[in-house]
């Protein structure tokens, strides 16, 4: 059956896929015209996990194969209580997701749908005075609640006045400043519909979790969105260049609550951060930090401080008990979840939903990596969008372009700078010599990731299972197909015995041009090599489901004969020329294949390594190394694999 698997994409926990475990539905409850149509969208979900095929499916029930995708996601989410949806997200016209509103309103007659919830996403500050007003006068029964309310929105407007925020930006272009929306969201504190934020923050001000004295017991995982405007080069075939402005890129951290050391960090050119930045955050953070070799002429690291893992000996390979981080949807997605389960073995805590002062000591710390570092730059955007600072943000990026590469390298100094940097919330101490000084006095407090999983491709792995196909009647060679693309390998190739019969899959999502197979009773049966050009090329998941999707819009084209990646740079190089969006997409491609490049050198390197030591030793003969042939694409180079 080739039908599209949509719960192999994000890695499913088996749990979540028990349908006897989904929250039900009383039928009855429902309006009669719609309890037909929850019953069969119900029979769908259970037929497409009968295996049945999108054509029965949609024959049977009327629902097609697009509708049953997006029920099945749907049905998959989680809701704020960290319970799946299940089958309460296919009741008719049930709004599981909240407006996702992605601009403030800026003049007066603007549609403010979602406007309220935006501000107070944009200024945390805000929402964090309405929150501490609510419970501050929450148990006093003299209070009048309309007076109450009236004081908070008070206080509310004079605190926008005070961050920046002047007449004719929201919340200053409504006729009331705002007010029914903020009593809305009083109203929801009120009858405790956001997480129990009341039990929270009585529970963190008046009785306080036990500190954390011990390293890596507990780390904390955010993301932040740098303030810059950047640009990127774009080479046009005619051998010039151009020079673009892109989005604003991300900066995800993880953070070692004892010590207040930052363990590791990525930044991620995607315009949202996802699952696969997440993970690579997370596997910077274990595996032992290397210096950098710096491109912006006068920078260096600090004399004092680094990373834990490279100037720590005891915190190589080190992971954690405890990870705490937010519940946006790239960090609950399974594949994170079992990553975390699998590979590193630690507790998840994703804490309350919206909860004012869950990662104080992360938003300080983006704090002091702004004001020492990114505000100081001549293409800051600010604080906020009436900072004088932000004046001339883009033409400035443009005019010196700073690139995400420099800012990158510009990061990595200023994270080492605040790893050896005296911090108050450890007596002063640097965040290194906290570290030293609680491991010298207790040296078995670390743990270590075990050797078979120090791999970096674990971390960025997920599994799927195929069906062999292929025909000894039609001179068909076995083979699977995974995304689009068919995989084989001389051995697979003939085993004309194996077909009809399932692989278990192992796919490093930052590179497809082979896969690791397994028969169903455990055994390997080896490494499948994608066919045709796919194989020369490293692309991640995420690109590989892009290119297909321009080639469905018939925006992208290309034959057996030709690189897809190859193709696909190009497209971008040209779109990015008028596309904003695809310019991050450029930038992040050309990231990616860096830096398996990187990976696949090191590797080499560590064979020829090996090798030097066998030779010398035993006077064995070299193996030779795997042959790279690099394809120019202007002034950045695409390398070329070729397996044998």
Request: proline share 5%.
């Amino acid at each position: 059956m080739s039908k599209r698997k949509i719960i192999e994409c994000e890695n499913f926990d088996k749990a979540a896929l028990d349908l006897s475990t989904w929250p039900t539905v009383r039928t009855e409850s429902l309006q009669e015209k719609h309890q037909e149509t929850f019953l069969k969208r119900k029979k769908a979900i259970y037929m497409y996990f009968e295996n049945q095929t999108h054509k029965e499916v949609e024959e049977e029930t009327g629902i097609s194969r697009k509708q049953l995708n997006t029920l099945l996601k749907k049905c998959l989410q989680y809701d704020d209580n960290g319970v799946i949806w299940g089958f309460r997200a296919l009741i008719p016209y049930k709004r599981i997701d909240s407006y996702d509103r992605q601009s403030l309103p800026k003049s007066q007659g603007e549609n403010n749908n979602g406007a309220f919830h935006l501000l107070l996403n944009t200024y945390p500050v805000l929402k964090d005075t309405i929150d501490e007003l609510f419970f501050r006068h929450k148990n006093k029964s003299a209070a009048d609640p309309n007076t109450r309310t009236n004081y908070i929105h008070r206080r509310f407007i004079k605190k926008c006045r005070e961050i920046g925020i002047k007449p004719p930006h929201y919340p200053f272009n409504t006729k009331e400043l705002g007010r029914r929306s903020l009593y809305k969201y009083v109203k929801q504190l009120e009858t405790g519909k956001i997480s129990n934020l009341g039990d929270q923050y009585y529970q963190e001000n008046k009785n306080p979790p036990p500190m954390i004295t011990r390293p890596f017991e507990r780390v904390q995982f955010d993301g932040h969105k740098i303030d810059l405007a950047l640009a990127i080069v774009i080479n046009t075939p005619e051998g010039g260049e151009i020079v673009k402005e892109i989005n604003r890129i991300w900066i995800l951290t993880l953070m070692d609550v004892a010590t207040r050391n930052i363990l590791g960090y990525h930044i991620s050119l995607n315009k949202e951060y996802n699952s696969s930045d997440v993970l690579r955050c997370i596997r910077n953070s274990i595996v032992p930090w290397k210096r950098k070799e710096f491109t912006i002429p006068g920078i260096s690291y600090p004399e004092e401080g680094g990373f834990p893992s490279g100037v720590i000996p005891e915190t190589q390979w080190a992971i954690w008990d405890e990870l705490f981080y937010d519940n946006a949807r790239a960090n609950l997605s399974s594949i994170v979840r079992d990553r975390l389960k699998k590979v590193v073995g630690c507790n998840i805590n994703a804490g309350q939903v919206k909860s004012p002062l869950r990662r104080s000591m992360k938003e300080r710390f983006y704090g002091i990596l702004e004001e020492n570092g990114f505000h100081r730059l001549p293409n800051t955007t600010g604080s906020n969008p009436n900072d004088s600072r932000r004046k001339n943000a883009e033409k400035n990026a443009i005019k010196y372009r700073i690139t995400p590469d420099q800012i990158e390298e510009l990061t990595e100094v200023l994270i080492a700078d605040y790893n050896g940097t005296p911090h108050e919330g450890i007596s002063f101490h640097t965040p290194i010599e906290a570290m030293r000084e609680k491991i010298a006095n207790n040296p078995l407090i670390i743990n270590q990731i075990s050797p078979e999983k120090r791999s970096e491709v674990a971390f960025l792995t997920l599994h799927a299972q195929r069906t062999i196909n292929g025909s000894f009647k039609d001179k068909r060679r076995p083979y699977i197909e995974y995304e689009n693309v068919r995989y084989s390998n001389p051995l697979l190739a003939r085993s004309y015995g194996l077909i009809g019969k399932k692989l278990d899959l192992v796919i490093n999502t930052d590179d497809l041009r082979v896969i690791r197979a397994y028969l169903p009773d455990g055994s390997e049966l080896g490494i499948l090599k994608a066919s045709g050009k796919w194989a020369l090329t490293p692309h991640s998941l995420q690109v590989r489901k892009e290119i297909f999707k321009l080639r469905h819009k018939k925006l992208l084209n290309f034959t057996f004969k030709e690189d897809p990646i190859e193709i696909y740079h190009r497209y971008l190089k040209e779109s990015s020329k008028t596309n904003k969006r695809d310019r991050n997409k450029l930038g992040s491609l050309e990231k990616s294949l860096s830096e398996v490049i990187k990976q696949e050198e090191n590797a080499s390197e560590n064979i020829d390594e090996r090798s030097n030591n066998e030779t010398n030793t035993h006077n064995q003969v070299i193996p030779r190394k795997i042959r790279k042939k690099p394809v120019d694409t202007g002034n950045k180079k695409i390398r070329k694999t070729i397996f044998y």
